[in-house]
């Protein structure tokens, strides 16, 4: 990929430029996509149609006109508000998640950096999300958002036990931390004779530490049933109760950057990345990256599905959860995984 | 700025309690509301917060107070009152205006025929299944699930379509007037009901399946906000929230008002199934199988309506009842709503005093949320099912 850009842009720091943008680039049409999409499996699902109107064939500029709303709209800060800090939190939580796609293979031509620890460092730098929200909701100078800053400091780094767990029990199989190596180790087919050469397919527990990384990692990007920072019927709006116009507007993104990020490490490390599900058929660097984000797009969508399903869990239950059910049972695959490893 | 004194109980913290390495803890007083997606309206809770639980719960109220009783002292009918009286429990118009009319007519000893009575109980079951409707789906909003909200909001509006064809109004209906109706029932009327009655049962399962039994739900609503039947009655709370707590007490049964007495249905009373009796969950649940037992008294007054009959021969020509005073009390979704009218013997009431069950019910709320935590204070007040224009009046 690189190379490619070289052969056309002025050398150096252009090129280094435009291929570190790629990322920020998916990221801002995906989340444009998104929220669009979002709305129309919500309306669908309530039996309603969601936007219709803006742009024409089912309302599909709405988004953009949203985003055209919120820039323009005044940078409220509270009066008691700690400037700095409140004006920062939305950029750091931001360039947490931004900063992470840099290890993420899209395609078998394109990756943002070879980063040899990939998961190791994306882990790392997503928990700078929650400092984020701490941040936010401490420079609010808002009781409410105080509570919710407190609840998601508790809920990050509880999931981040069961969800490293998880990824590990893949990088035993792996052997290896590098994303592009774990997805090359998923190419080929015929696993059984017709399914993919995919980890999911790998032995069964690895079905049950896709499933736990799933729900770990709905509790990471604060998806329903574990949305409590923002729980809008009860914190009035979490850390997010005294932002408003475009740093509402990055947390929002943040969100979806995250809901993205993660379905993107689990169709990695579970769902082949990049690599056809037909074996090479429709294979090749333009393919991958469309497989990719397919692969992306469906968990995303099934994120969307629970929320507009399921009620909210209660902040201890959502604790509960963790120590008492995930973090054990992700332990207990982790060594059966082993195991497995160990016999066959 | 001007410094406003806050009316109201003094709200003393404990003092700092130092947590062992040196930084002190204090309990947070916070305010939940009045402007608060959760409190259904424009309640003010002022929490007194140990972390996450609450050790003190004070609901202020007054932020809809619209002199409900001091208007009806100025009309110069009494039929005039009516629109007053919508809006007081606005999503239960119909039951309000019942409530009223009855009351009228006992002061006046009037006697309506059949057709109207008919024509009221079938208007104020519907408007019972509508005002469940509303109390379960933002029940549900509370918890956190959106789409069962507008699961609801659907069959809601198909009640409101056939009120809207007999009154003409959606929401505040002007409808059930002393001694008779605003006017008949359309032709279609009856063939309306009976097929939102046909549509409706099936959706009462769909409920159930997506919100009644998810373990979340289940896990976020049983055993919160344990009302016992004692402490229900020493507050005087009353319908669906004291019927979740196991006492089964109707005045459509145990007081004999209307026609209620032809019908043949149940009083449902909560059980426990999921939790403790009493529990928010419990009195979710009653509200579910009132909408049921609602759907049999519709179904058996639509066999026996008669379809003859003047809804207007018993309207009296003047409103000038005798002088004299009386109290009367029906079964509203919320719970015992009695009208307390005094009368001069002149046009203009001398007092109608209203005995709003959502403001007896709020009463309650200190008692059975301490130890809770914020999200089951919203659980809560959900639960309880209060309609703040009916609070405040």
């Known amino acids: ?344 | 700025m001007t410094n406003v004194k806050e009316k109201g109980p003094e709200v003393t913290l404990s003092p700092p309690v130092d947590a062992g390495n040196g930084l002190k803890t204090q309990e947070m007083v916070i305010n939940m509301g009045p402007q608060h997606p959760s409190t259904h309206g424009v309640l003010r809770m002022e929490l007194t917060l140990n972390g996450e639980i609450v050790t003190r719960a004070i609901p202020h109220i007054g932020y809809l107070h619209r002199c409900f009783e001091k208007h009806s002292e100025a009309m110069n009918d009494y039929n005039k009152v009516v629109p007053y009286v919508d809006r007081m429990d606005y999503v239960a118009a119909m039951n309000n205006e019942l409530g009223y009319a009855i009351a009228m007519e006992r002061l006046m000893d009037i006697q309506v025929n059949d057709r109207v009575e008919y024509i009221r109980v079938l208007m104020a079951e519907l408007q019972r299944i509508a005002s469940h409707l509303l109390a379960l789906g933002t029940f549900g909003l509370d918890i956190g699930a959106f789409t069962p909200f507008l699961y609801c909001f659907i069959e809601r509006e198909k009640i409101l379509d056939i009120f809207e064809k007999a009154s003409g109004a959606r929401l505040l209906y002007n409808y059930i007037w002393i001694g008779g109706l605003m006017n008949d029932v359309p032709a279609d009327f009856k063939t309306d009901t009976a097929a939102f009655v046909k549509s409706f049962r099936p959706k009462i399962k769909e409920l159930n399946d997506l919100l009644s039994h998810n373990k979340i739900f289940i896990d976020r609503t049983a055993n919160v906000g344990v009302l016992p039947d004692k402490v229900a009655i020493n507050y005087g709370v009353s319908g669906p929230s004291l019927r979740g707590s196991g006492v089964a007490w109707d005045l459509r049964k145990d007081d004999h008002y209307s026609i209620y007495d032809r019908f043949e249905y149940d009083v449902i009373v909560g059980k426990g199934e999921m939790g403790t009796v009493g529990d928010c969950w419990d009195r979710y649940i009653v509200r579910v199988w009132e909408m049921e037992e609602s759907l049999k008294i519709i179904e058996q007054a639509l066999d026996q309506m008669p379809d003859e009959g003047d809804v207007q021969e018993a309207i009296p020509k003047k409103i000038r009842p005798p002088a004299g005073e009386i109290y009367c009390r029906t079964e509203t979704p919320r719970g015992e709503l009695g009208y307390y009218i005094i009368s001069d013997k002149s046009t203009t009431p001398f007092r109608v005093k209203a005995r709003a069950p959502s403001f007896v019910n709020l009463s309650v709320l200190p008692a059975i949320s301490v130890g809770a935590m914020v999200a089951d204070m919203v659980a809560i007040i959900g639960s309880i099912d209060i309609v703040l224009g009916e609070v405040d009046r």
């Open chain 1, 1 to 344: 990929m690189q190379q490619f850009l070289e052969s056309f842009l002025p050398a150096g720091p252009v090129v280094v430029f435009v291929f570190s943008i790629i990322p920020l680039m998916i990221i801002l049409i995906y989340a444009l996509f998104a929220i669009w999409l979002e709305r129309k499996v919500a309306g669908h699902i309530q039996d309603r149609l969601g936007p219709m109107q803006t742009g024409g064939w089912h309302g599909w500029a709405q988004t953009i006109a949203d985003l055209l709303k919120m820039i323009q709209k005044e940078d409220i800060v509270p009066a008691k508000a700690d400037r700095f800090l409140f004006k920062m939190a939305p950029f750091i939580a931001f360039a947490a998640s931004y900063a992470a796609f840099v290890a993420i293979p899209f395609s078998s031509g394109y990756i943002g950096s070879m980063i040899d620890v990939g998961v190791f460092y994306i882990v790392a730098i997503t928990s700078l999300l929650s400092v984020s929200i701490i941040m936010a909701g401490w420079a609010s100078n808002n009781k409410w958002s105080l509570l919710g800053a407190m609840r998601t400091a508790a809920q990050t780094v509880s999931y981040e036990v069961p969800t490293v767990v998880t990824i590990l029990s893949v990088i035993i199989v792996t052997g290896t931390l590098n994303l592009m190596e774990v997805t090359e180790m998923q190419t080929g087919n015929a696993f059984l004779g017709f399914l993919p050469n995919w980890f999911i397919f790998h032995s069964p527990f690895m079905m049950i530490a896709f499933v736990l990384f799933f729900i770990a990692s709905l509790a990471e990007s604060h998806r329903v049933p574990f949305d409590l920072p923002e729980s809008e019927s009860e914190l009035v709006g979490g850390y997010q109760t005294e932002y408003s116009g475009m740093r509402w507007g990055l947390f929002m993104l943040t969100e979806y950057a995250d809901m993205l990020l993660l379905s993107l490490v689990g169709a990695t490390l579970f769902f082949g990345g990049w690599n056809s599900p037909f074996g090479s058929f429709m294979d090749g660097p333009v393919w991958g990256a469309f497989w990719m984000l397919l692969k992306g797009m469906v968990l995303v969508f099934v994120m969307m599905w629970l929320r507009w399903t399921l009620p909210r869990l209660r902040v201890d239950q959502l604790m509960n959860l963790c120590w008492k059910y995930l973090i054990p049972l992700s332990f207990v695959n982790l060594v059966l995984i082993a195991l497995w490893e160990m016999i066959f």
